[in-house]
């Protein structure tokens, strides 16, 4: 498929989900969203393993930044991609945190707002290294606003739709674009790890209870973060190639 075709392409995709994402009925959060099965307190820290296990984010995010501090020869519109996805990091790191402490609806706006750096710049890196480096950026761009304005939608009328079909709409956008051949001289970042854990993640957060009866140490929600933070070991990677 040629570079215009690949363009052409991708603004159809996202298009289409955002008429999706107006389209669809309205869905409403579980009532329950907040009833977190690990609610122990240590140390003096409110639901310490859901907060603390935050902290993983943090570190991939400063050593992230560090790493592209020591990559001179990256092209100026992937470094601003790349800085978005760690600086979105330390803010998951933050967001979330805050919100682990005492959660509820008013510190969920935070948690998802800090998440939404970090998904606009991976999104943008996929489709820099499949489509063009000006599509990687504009959608980067693009994401962080849509996200930042599903959060606001979800806070105003209760609708959660935009906000789950940016998140799984925008892992089916990375996951299509792995049937294109990668661009020649682009970072190369390991997609497949990216999804794979992005996916335990998923199955950790929707097993939480079950997976804190059978450990008896960690929730499925605490283990969720620990392996959504490892997505940015793929990224971390490729710029140390470089």
């Given at each position: 498929?040629?570079?215009?075709?690949?363009?052409?392409?991708?603004?159809?995709?996202?298009?289409?989900?955002?008429?999706?994402?107006?389209?669809?009925?309205?869905?409403?959060?579980?009532?329950?969203?907040?009833?977190?099965?690990?609610?122990?307190?240590?140390?003096?820290?409110?639901?310490?393993?859901?907060?603390?296990?935050?902290?993983?984010?943090?570190?991939?995010?400063?050593?992230?930044?560090?790493?592209?501090?020591?990559?001179?020869?990256?092209?100026?519109?992937?470094?601003?991609?790349?800085?978005?996805?760690?600086?979105?990091?330390?803010?998951?790191?933050?967001?979330?945190s805050w919100y682990?402490?005492?959660?509820?609806?008013?510190?969920?706006?935070?948690?998802?707002?800090?998440?939404?750096?970090?998904?606009?710049?991976?999104?943008?890196?996929?489709?820099?290294?499949?489509?063009?480096?000006?599509?990687?950026?504009?959608?980067?761009?693009?994401?962080?606003?849509?996200?930042?304005?599903?959060?606001?939608?979800?806070?105003?009328?209760?609708?959660?739709?935009?906000?789950?079909?940016?998140?799984?709409?925008?892992?089916?956008?990375?996951?299509?674009?792995?049937?294109?051949?990668?661009?020649?001289?682009?970072?190369?970042?390991?997609?497949?790890?990216?999804?794979?854990?992005?996916?335990?993640?998923?199955?950790?957060?929707?097993?939480?209870?079950?997976?804190?009866?059978?450990?008896?140490?960690?929730?499925?929600?605490?283990?969720?973060?620990?392996?959504?933070?490892?997505?940015?070991?793929?990224?971390?990677?490729?710029?140390?190639?470089?």
């Amino acid at each position: 498929m040629r570079q215009a075709q690949r363009k052409i392409t991708l603004w159809i995709a996202v298009l289409a989900l955002l008429l999706i994402a107006v389209g669809l009925p309205a869905l409403h959060q579980p009532a329950s969203y907040h009833a977190f099965a690990d609610a122990r307190s240590l140390f003096g820290v409110p639901r310490t393993a859901d907060t603390l296990s935050n902290l993983p984010f943090a570190v991939f995010g400063l050593w992230g930044l560090w790493q592209l501090q020591r990559t001179p020869t990256l092209s100026a519109v992937y470094r601003r991609m790349a800085t978005l996805f760690f600086v979105g990091l330390l803010a998951t790191a933050a967001g979330s945190s805050w919100y682990h402490l005492a959660p509820n609806d008013a510190r969920l706006v935070w948690d998802r707002a800090g998440m939404t750096p970090g998904f606009a710049g991976i999104m943008g890196l996929a489709v820099a290294q499949r489509v063009s480096d000006r599509a990687g950026l504009t959608l980067a761009i693009a994401s962080l606003l849509l996200g930042w304005l599903a959060i606001a939608v979800w806070s105003y009328n209760a609708n959660l739709m935009p906000w789950a079909v940016f998140q799984g709409g925008g892992v089916i956008l990375i996951l299509a674009l792995q049937a294109l051949p990668p661009r020649p001289g682009t970072l190369r970042i390991h997609w497949s790890f990216v999804l794979a854990v992005y996916a335990l993640a998923k199955v950790a957060e929707t097993f939480d209870t079950q997976i804190f009866e059978l450990t008896g140490l960690f929730s499925g929600h605490s283990l969720k973060h620990l392996l959504a933070s490892l997505a940015a070991l793929p990224v971390i990677a490729a710029l140390s190639k470089r």
